[in-house]
């Protein structure tokens, strides 16, 4: 993803703070690996997965790694080099939607891919705030604030400062390997903010969205 528009979207108020911040030590932290339960070709009931061109490596146009703060960050188009992947998101499953917020309310409703970055923030464990991915017992079970990024759309399960979304599950399986989970629909349990941002900057929040998607990431370094 272009980082000149992350570095514009930043400087829009609350989305600075609420998980593009992480976007500033980009360049910088370990190397991991990240791979999606679904993709673009099998989707199934995931609204976030992979372009089907199998796990995303850190290295070239690809940035996935955790950063000083042990958080997760994920750029399948660093700096639009050549080599770039995407991400498929689709937008099938509202949990409310805003009736006074104008067109467009979804970028798209059936997978589509984009060029993405998605972050993780917040990591609690038994319900206390233990800083990124890194810092989580091992092994352990926790919640995180998970934010991806779409070209002027931002997908937001972080209820500190978009209420009415709420945090996804995070797994640590041992020293090197984290499962991230959003739940499907029927447990009722994990739905996302869909934040639009306008050409002046203004973000409009459109709705809750039900956003299941399970994400692998290895550390082999760790």
Known sequence: MNRSAVAFAASCGVLAVAGLIDAAGAGTGIPVTVTFQSSIQSPGSDQIGSDGNGAYVDGGAIEARLDASGNLNLDTALHDLAGSRTLFVAFQDAKTVCTTCGAPLVPFTNPTLRDAYMSTSSVTVNGTLVGGLLQMPVPSVGRTNLNVNIG???????????????????????????????????????????????????????????????????????
Request: net charge negative; charged share 15%; with cysteine.
């Open 152 to 222: 002027g759309w931002f997908v937001r399960f972080n209820p500190t400062y978009y209420p009415g979304s709420t945090p996804v599950t995070v797994t640590r399986v041992d020293e090197h390997n984290w499962t991230i989970e959003a739940a499907s629909p029927s447990t009722g349990t994990d739905w996302a903010g869909l934040i639009r941002l306008s050409k002046n900057g203004r973000e409009t929040n459109v709705g809750e969205y039900y956003l299941p998607t399970q994400i692998m990431v290895y550390c082999p370094s760790c």
